[in-house]
């Protein structure tokens, strides 16, 4: 049987070292703020950005939150920004993805100053951590890493199988993996792998990030793996009140059986996430000192 990594503890630890910063730069004249953008409705964003107002009111921060309709447009949205940018008192900008269809994401993201960039996805940012410069890393690869390294799991000379090649996910973790302080090998699965199985199969960690509910097997999995599982999915569950439950891209149950660790969905990377987050704003409000 895994060992279960507990996301959920090790966040909770993480958030309450980013409450002593807050503290700290409180008596210091300066309360670490994030702004919030939420554009639209739709569900998951609405409890993402919930979820991180909580954390920020929590660790004694200010959110700023900006809930504008569906209808906003670009320009509207990119003057909040450019607002918010000049505002002193605001250290982080986080814009809520994905963003409806009619405003162009890269635009936005490329908008935000990078002094502000907590949620590390601008070019910049990007760029100072392949370069393994200082900057804002992406709060869910700097999750994930967070965790390996807070288990004790083995990451110089492993194998490290990723399952997805997204900006936010695959491709920066794979970034955070390679730095010599993690060490590891690493191979980036995606659609156009015709059978990531063969992969998966020799990974010694196996982080998958494809957002499709169940999509790892346990044949799929070496056994004593950790593996470590980013998707959240809405699975349409009719005895839910809220007619649906999270799974994750790992068949928790079968690979719970033959794994070495694994994270379970919700309670794993989710939470880390958030506390990355608080880590960043903290971060970019004592860089401001
Ligand atoms: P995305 O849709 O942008 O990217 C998914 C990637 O998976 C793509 O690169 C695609 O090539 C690959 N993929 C999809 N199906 C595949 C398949 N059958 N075989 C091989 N590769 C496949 O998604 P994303 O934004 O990276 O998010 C991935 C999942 O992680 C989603 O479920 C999302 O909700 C979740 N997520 C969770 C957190 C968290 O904090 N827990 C944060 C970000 C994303």
Request: glycine content about 10%.
């Amino acid at each position: 049987m895994a060992i279960i990594i507990d996301g959920k503890a090790i966040a909770a630890r993480v958030r309450e070292d980013a409450g002593l910063c807050t503290q700290k730069l409180k008596s210091r004249g300066i309360t670490p703020c994030l702004a919030v953008i939420l554009v639209g409705d739709n569900p998951a964003s609405v409890s993402y950005v919930t979820g991180k107002e909580k954390a920020l009111a929590e660790a004694g921060m200010d959110g700023r939150d900006l809930r504008l309709p569906a209808a906003t447009s670009e320009a509207e949205l990119l003057a909040h920004i450019a607002k918010m940018n000049d505002d002193d008192t605001v250290h982080g900008i986080l814009v809520q993805l994905p963003l409806p269809p009619h405003i162009n994401e890269d635009r936005i993201i490329q908008a935000i100053s990078p002094k502000k960039d907590v949620d590390g996805f601008h070019p910049v940012s990007v760029g100072n951590m392949v370069l393994g410069r200082p900057g804002f890393l992406p709060c869910t690869p700097n999750g994930i890493v967070y965790l390996l390294k807070e288990m004790k799991i083995k990451t110089a000379g492993a194998h490290a199988v990723i399952l997805g090649r997204s900006n936010i996910v695959g491709k920066p973790l794979a970034n955070l993996l390679i730095r010599r302080d993690v060490n590891a090998t690493v191979t980036i699965c995606h659609t156009g792998t015709p059978d990531f199985s063969v992969y998966t199969k020799q990974a010694d960690i196996l982080i998958a990030a494809a957002g499709k509910p169940g999509l790892v097997s346990a044949g799929m999995v070496k056994p004593g793996a950790a593996v470590i599982d980013v998707g959240v999915n809405r699975v349409p569950d009719a005895s839910k009140k809220s007619g649906f439950i999270l799974r994750g891209d790992v068949d928790y149950d079968a690979v719970e059986k033959t794994a070495g660790w694994i994270t379970p969905v919700p309670g794993g990377v989710g939470p880390m996430t958030i506390a990355m987050l608080m880590r960043n704003v903290v971060e970019a409000a004592g860089n401001t000192v």
